[in-house]
């Protein structure tokens, strides 16, 4: 059995903007306002920091309204009120309702996978699971939404599916992106467009203007709801999007940013030759190792600004430096070749 890492340190940051970038009201670019929140979130893929950043419009024609747009697709990474993804989740109840493993089978199976988890908490990751399954739309939800309604003239929806393994079924979610309800939840073998609009119509009954869709770029869920609200405007989770075609370039970036970085270890030998020499060259080394020093230091932030490539190109720019510099020197001093 392999042992599970420590998950507890996150590998990576997101940061998180909304997927609607412009004002539904006025078309003026939204501007960020604060974090509405930020969290270590532990999912199937490691612990992730999430940042999600609220903005709003700042137009004045649009009047006082404190209205603040966030990530749909950030607040769909995990329940309120808890630390582990809609992954880790949906993993959960697989493995409790498909494969009738026990509470004790659950919390090994997760720990296997890399969620450090104890047998309390996988119970209550269990409980969620049950409690997000009978979300639906009920007087209280209405009265709720009322108030989205008043305060941000409208409702934002979004649509997710998360997949706990391959080859089962998908659990969909739908939420009210202002509030972070949860309307429906549904686990579905095929997912078609025909059984997504059936989960959404409750939603549709209710009939609150919705301003905003947002979801991934599954097909069904975008014909579902462009379907039900042709005429609202659509936004797909760029982040989720992006990763999905993007993969096969990450995976090439990583690969390059490791070999690069392996070459570069051979400084901490420079560094020692220079270390105590006080010399003008010996700075100006000096200098430059630091400037090596940062570049493996960068991280990025993919896939839109992918580390490998980052540390490609400034390691190219400081090597450029540095021959200019022997050049200069050589032309200045011959006779010393
Ligand atoms: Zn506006």
């Known amino acids: 059995m392999p042992l599970p890492k420590n998950r507890i340190i996150p590998e990576k940051k997101v940061y998180f903007h909304p997927e ?9 670019k939204l501007k960020r306002h604060h974090t509405a929140w930020k969290k270590n979130i532990s999912t199937l893929q490691g612990v992730i920091q999430v940042w999600n950043m609220a903005y709003f419009c700042p137009s004045e024609a649009c009047g006082p309204l404190r ?43 997760l720990n296997e996978r890399g969620v450090a988890t104890s047998e309390r908490n996988s119970m209550r990751l269990y409980e969620r699971y049950l409690v997000l399954l009978r979300a639906s739309v009920t007087d209280h939800t209405r009265i709720q939404l009322e108030k989205v309604v008043q ?50 119509q409750p939603v549709k ?13 599954q097909q069904s869920i975008r014909i579902a709801m462009e379907t039900m609200w042709p005429n609202s405007p659509y936004q797909y989770c760029q982040y989720h999007y992006l990763k999905d075609i993007a993969k096969p370039v990450v995976d090439i970036d990583r690969k390059l940013k490791t070999g690069i970085k392996k070459t570069l ?18 700075e100006i080394a000096k200098d430059y190792l630091a400037a090596v020093r940062s570049i493996l230091l960068e991280d990025g932030n993919p896939p839109l600004d992918l580390p490998g490539i980052r540390i490609y190109e400034n390691a190219q720019a400081v090597q450029k430096s540095l021959e200019n510099c022997l050049s200069k020197k050589r032309a200045s001093s011959p006779e010393k070749g």
């Open 205 to 217: 009954d209710m009939n609150f203007p919705v301003i905003g869709l947002v979801s991934d770029g």
């Open 67 to 109: 209205r603040y747009f966030r990530s749909a697709q950030a607040d769909a990474l995990c329940m309120k009120h808890t630390s582990y993804g809609f992954d880790v989740l949906a993993l959960v109840g697989d493995l409790r309702f498909k494969q009738h493993k026990t509470i004790g089978e659950i919390t090994e199976a």
């Open 265 to 282: 270890r051979g400084i901490r030998e420079i560094e020692k030759v220079v270390e105590k020499d006080t010399s003008d060259e010996a």
């Open 151 to 200: 305060e941000n003239k409208g409702i934002m929806l979004s649509m997710d599916g998360v997949q706990p393994e391959k080859g089962n079924e998908t659990l969909y979610v739908v939420r009210e992106v202002f509030s972070g309800t949860i309307l429906a939840a549904k686990n579905l073998k095929s997912g078609s467009a025909s059984e997504l609009m059936a989960l959404l």
């Open 20 to 28: 609607i970038l412009h004002c539904p009201d006025c078309g003026i």
